[in-house]
């Protein structure tokens, strides 16, 4: 995370929390505490380090519901959610430690781009942490209550890590961040029942922000905010951003109802809808299986079914049947063995390319005994890649891909 300017509720650089935990820099704060970058020196490592801000010392309701910050967000373990290492005290100021995430929040990452939407993939990627994150703390028995992209960080791998809680249990305080926050908490109408769905709320939201480079609703003021997510209907993506499929407005839709009881039950069931709507952004994708191995066949079906979520695929064990199948219908890639009865995958790559451009049907081949010599030959018969057996599913799928939707 960026570092921000000195606060002056922020403890100096170099001032002891406790005994070996190190003050290095603030890192941000908000509306319970400062966050800092604190140093354990028993342990040389970095840790993150959530302050009270004094202001709030006097109330023991705000003592109560940050310690209860600390202790829903220690009975959450899962690598989509920071890590809780420790409570304490410093000046009388509660304090807790927790893993500290080198990288940036969502709101930087979407900054660093002007705020302009990202792709479909790219927001499912990151939207897919989130929600597994989020899930685990349901399941956990409590509600995030602050979601926002301020609340998410991205680690060095690029994993989408959730963070600093805003509610737990049953508490009907308003809480949360004013455009993320669900309507029936700003009414203070929340159903026990219901309550994990101000998240499902607050994750419409960011996936709308992710997906049109803007939250759903813009307002000069709080209350004029609160009253868009009270009455207003939610803008439809696909007015912001075109290029959307419309399934992505009935998701979005679901997730941001007015009454939690017509919005899904959890965040997995919006990201699974946002799921079924990227893919039907892609066409429909026709291959051939061409190899007389039918373990192999089996593996390479799994890759086109799991991974690239080819509509259509078809099997044959030789060659021959391989060109007569490829006369008679339209394929978008053939994946032919290089070794195997009537035709080879020398004789049949040839016979394919005098009828059809590569334009029209990219061709793979994979071989358990293939060379670079074979290669080249089958370069110049205008095969698109070679595959070596055993195949690596992970590096298999990633030759494919472009290959289909490139």
Not at 54 to 80: D, G, I, Y
Not at 131 to 137: D, E, P
Not at 285 to 292: G, M, N, S, T
Not at 391 to 402: D, G, N, Q, R, S
Request: net charge negative; charged share 25%.
């Amino acid at each position: 995370m960026s570092q921000p300017p000195d606060r002056p509720d922020a403890p100096a650089p170099g001032t002891l929390l406790a005994p070996g935990l190190r003050v290095v820099a603030p890192l941000g704060g908000g509306g319970m505490g400062v966050v800092l970058r604190v140093h354990d020196e028993a342990l040389q490592r970095d840790v993150a380090a959530k302050l009270v801000h004094p202001h709030l010392l006097r109330s023991q309701e705000a003592r109560a519901a940050f310690l209860a910050q600390a202790r829903a967000m220690a009975q959450v373990c899962h690598p989509n959610v920071v890590e809780i290492f420790a409570f304490g005290e410093h000046d009388e100021r509660p304090y807790f430690t927790m893993e500290h995430i080198d990288g940036p929040t969502l709101t930087e990452y979407h900054a660093r781009r002007d705020h302009q939407p990202i792709s479909v993939d790219e927001a499912l990627r990151l939207l897919q942490g989130v929600a597994a994150g989020v899930a685990a703390i349901h399941e956990n028995g409590t509600v995030h209550g602050d979601l926002k992209p301020g609340n998410v960080l991205l680690d060095v791998e690029g994993r989408t890590r959730v963070t600093d809680f805003g509610i737990t249990h049953g508490s009907d305080e308003l809480l949360g961040t004013p455009a993320y926050v669900a309507p029936e908490r700003i009414a203070r109408q929340t159903r026990p029942e219901f309550l994990p769905r101000v998240d499902v709320y607050a994750f419409g939201a960011l996936a709308h922000e992710l997906l049109t480079g803007e939250p759903p609703f813009r307002a000069p003021d709080v209350g004029r905010l609160y009253a868009q997510h009270l009455y207003k209907p939610p803008p439809r993506a696909t007015d912001r951003r075109p290029d959307l499929p419309k399934e992505i407005d009935t998701v979005l839709a679901a997730a941001l109802a007015k009454d939690p009881a017509e919005r899904p039950a959890s965040v997995l069931d919006v990201l699974d809808g946002l799921a079924a709507a990227r893919r039907a952004m892609r066409p429909t994708r026709r291959v051939l299986i061409a190899d007389d191995d039918l373990d192999m066949r089996r593996l390479i079906r799994a890759c086109l079914e799991t991974d690239l979520d080819v509509d259509v695929i078809e099997e044959v064990d030789n060659g021959g049947d391989a060109l007569r199948l490829l006369g008679a219908r339209h394929f978008d890639l053939a994946v032919v063995d290089l070794h195997m009865p009537r035709l080879n995958g020398l004789e049949l790559t040839a016979s394919i390319r005098e009828r059809v451009p590569p334009v029209d049907l990219r061709i793979v081949v994979v071989s358990g005994h293939g060379s670079a010599s074979d290669w080249r030959v089958l370069s110049r018969l205008g095969a698109d890649a070679f595959v070596v057996k055993p195949i690596e599913p992970e590096v298999f799928v990633a030759t494919l891909e472009p290959l289909l939707y490139g």
